[in-house]
Structure formats: structure tokens, C-alpha cells
């Protein structure tokens, strides 16, 4: 398939996805709830500012597109990931991460951040928005050692009637496989971001995929 093909495909399937639920947090134990910070995620992703640079392995594209959202709507369900008050499990996707996106989608090579994310906003903030919810596993605080034993876990998103699947390898790597099962899925490579509060991250390698492109 083509890159526009592609990029169709995408945009197409997550617009079928509309109506994305809104994220409630799941009842927590009162000592849990004393334990845990509320720094939320978006104050995680904004301490590197909102330029683009030249390290493929932090998150300024994921950064920039949830910034895209709030801002074209701000009662977006992507605003949870600014409230730490509520607890949920993120996992970011790198910069590097994204330019394998694009590069699938499009079949161009990427020299500059800056140049994936102009690709990855033509896509739309709709769909966008649904790409950011799919990473989003909302009520639950998951840390790299819980998810170790989780094997076959089938975690529901905030992306409306969807679903990731944690698969463990070797008893020490973490696999989450999307809804696309012709593509490599994403492995953990930084886990527990923010660990301590509420919302916790894991970093990917790769952009999981709510849709069969």
C-alpha cells in the first residue's frame, strides 16, 4: 500500500472509532490513594519543553500532538493526561518511535522531529486524538514489575471498545500487541516514567496501532 493510501487507511479506520469514553478512574484503596503523587503526565512530557531536538529517544513529537489536541479542544478526553489526580497507565511512544510511523505511512526518510510530526498532525486532530487514547490505560497504575506478571493481560484503553494485550518475553521484556497484526509490535524500553504517582508511563518503540493498516 502507498504512503497517501496509508495515511487514508488510518485516518478512515479511527474515524470509525468515534466517540471515544471519556476516562473515569477505577475505585482505588484509601491507602493507596495517600501513597501515590499527583504529577501528571502531561508535566512529565512538558519539563523538555516544546521544541523539537536531535534525541530520537525522548518524547517531543508525543509532547507536541497531545499540545495539538488540547488546543484545537480543550475538554478533549486527552486533557486526563494533565489531571493527576487520576490514576492510569501510558505508554509513550519515543520520537524515534513516531518516525518509524511515519516512515511506514509514507515511505520517506526522516532527518528532523519536526519533519515526522508535520506528517503525523496531516493526519488530522481527530485522529490523532484516537492514536493518543489507545495508549492510554485508564484506572490503573501499572508498574514495569506488575505488567512482568501479566502475561496475556488484555488491558482495555480509552480509545472507545479497545483493547492492547501484554505478552511477556523471556520473563523480562514486555510486548504490548495493538489491533494491527501485520506490523512488529512495541516493546517497553523505558519503564516507569513519573513512578510514585498516580500516572505512571512505560516508553515504546513503536506507535501501537488501533486499527488493521
Same mark, same amino acid.
Given at each position: 500500500?502507498?504512503? /497517501?493510501?496509508?495515511?487514508?487507511?488510518?485516518?478512515?479506520?479511527?474515524?470509525?472509532?468515534? +466517540?471515544?469514553?471519556?476516562?473515569?478512574?477505577?475505585?482505588?484503596?484509601?491507602?493507596?490513594?495517600?501513597?501515590?503523587?499527583?504529577?501528571?503526565?502531561?508535566?512529565?512530557?512538558?519539563?523538555?519543553?516544546? +521544541?523539537?531536538?536531535?534525541?530520537?529517544?525522548?518524547?517531543?513529537?508525543?509532547?507536541?500532538?497531545?499540545?495539538?489536541?488540547?488546543?484545537?479542544?480543550?475538554?478533549?478526553?486527552?486533557?486526563?493526561?494533565?489531571? +493527576?489526580?487520576?490514576?492510569?497507565?501510558?505508554?509513550?511512544?519515543?520520537?524515534?518511535?513516531?518516525?518509524?510511523?511515519?516512515?511506514?505511512?509514507?515511505?520517506?526518510?526522516?532527518?528532523?522531529?519536526?519533519?515526522?510530526?508535520?506528517?503525523?498532525?496531516?493526519?488530522?486532530?481527530?485522529?490523532?486524538?484516537?492514536?493518543?487514547?489507545?495508549? /492510554?490505560?485508564?484506572?490503573?497504575?501499572?508498574?514495569?514489575?506488575?505488567?512482568?506478571?501479566?502475561?496475556?493481560?488484555?488491558?482495555?484503553?480509552?480509545?472507545?471498545?479497545?483493547?492492547?494485550?501484554?505478552?511477556?518475553?523471556?520473563?523480562?521484556?514486555?510486548?504490548? /500487541?495493538?489491533?494491527?497484526?501485520?506490523?512488529?509490535?512495541?516493546?517497553?524500553?523505558?519503564?516507569?516514567?513519573?513512578?510514585?504517582?498516580?500516572?505512571?508511563?512505560?516508553?515504546?518503540?513503536?506507535?501501537?496501532?488501533?486499527?488493521?493498516?
Amino acid at each position: 500500500m502507498n504512503g /497517501v493510501r496509508r495515511l487514508t487507511a488510518l485516518a478512515a479506520g479511527l474515524v470509525l472509532t468515534a +466517540g471515544a469514553a471519556l476516562i473515569t478512574a477505577a475505585p482505588a484503596d484509601a491507602h493507596s490513594k495517600h501513597r501515590l503523587g499527583q504529577s501528571s503526565l502531561a508535566a512529565l512530557l512538558a519539563k523538555d519543553g516544546s +521544541g523539537f531536538d536531535k534525541d530520537w529517544n525522548d518524547y517531543d513529537i508525543l509532547d507536541n500532538a497531545v499540545r495539538a489536541v488540547l488546543t484545537a479542544d480543550p475538554k478533549s478526553p486527552v486533557a486526563v493526561l494533565a489531571d +493527576g489526580s487520576v490514576p492510569l497507565t501510558a505508554f509513550l511512544p519515543t520520537d524515534r518511535a513516531f518516525r518509524r510511523l511515519a516512515s511506514d505511512l509514507t515511505g520517506k526518510s526522516y532527518s528532523s522531529e519536526s519533519a515526522v510530526f508535520a506528517d503525523v498532525a496531516s493526519l488530522g486532530i481527530p485522529t490523532i486524538e484516537n492514536v493518543l487514547l489507545y495508549h /492510554v490505560v485508564p484506572g490503573k497504575t501499572i508498574t514495569y514489575r506488575a505488567a512482568l506478571r501479566s502475561n496475556g493481560a488484555r488491558l482495555s484503553t480509552a480509545l472507545s471498545g479497545s483493547s492492547i494485550t501484554v505478552s511477556v518475553r523471556y520473563c523480562i521484556f514486555v510486548k504490548l /500487541v495493538d489491533a494491527d497484526p501485520d506490523d512488529a509490535n512495541p516493546y517497553v524500553v523505558q519503564p516507569n516514567l513519573n513512578r510514585g504517582n498516580r500516572q505512571i508511563a512505560h516508553g515504546i518503540d513503536r506507535v501501537l496501532r488501533p486499527v488493521d493498516l
